[in-house]
């Protein structure tokens, strides 16, 4: 049906940036929503940015400033571009894409990528 494969994660000094990707295939008709999120082992996930069809990015008051998160609609496509990284966004962060399918274009169904690893350290 609907794949999500993320990439970019990765080992990184603070202070140092990485740039997330998402990628979405299968069957997608039209995507409503594309967002990043993040989670710590012991924590609940949480909402990093998200980007709604037609609407402005949103972004988490604790990477506002730092994080940009953008979409290629052509490619299908979420990425997540991370400056002056702190130890504290250490986390498996995930993609989550709100899609619909050519064989029910007006129903929107939820989809997670399987995880990207940062981890912000000396």
């Known amino acids: 049906q609907v794949q999500l494969v993320e990439s970019g994660g990765g080992l990184v000094q603070p202070g140092g940036s990485l740039r997330l990707s998402c990628a979405a295939s299968?069957?997608?008709?039209?995507?409503?929503?594309m967002g990043w999120y993040r989670q710590t082992p012991g924590k609940e996930r949480e909402l990093v940015a998200q980007i709604i069809s037609g609407g402005s990015p949103d972004y988490a008051d604790f990477v506002k400033g730092r994080f940009t998160i953008a979409r290629d609609n052509g490619k299908k496509m979420v990425f997540l571009q991370m400056n002056d990284l702190k130890p504290e966004d250490t986390a498996v962060y995930y993609c989550?894409?709100?899609?619909?399918?050519?064989?029910?274009?007006?129903?929107?169904?939820?989809?997670w990528g399987q995880g990207t690893q940062v981890t912000v350290s000396l």
């Open positions: 989550n894409v709100q899609v619909s399918t050519y064989r029910s274009r007006w129903s929107y169904l939820d989809y």
């Open positions: 299968g069957s997608i008709f039209a995507i409503n929503y």
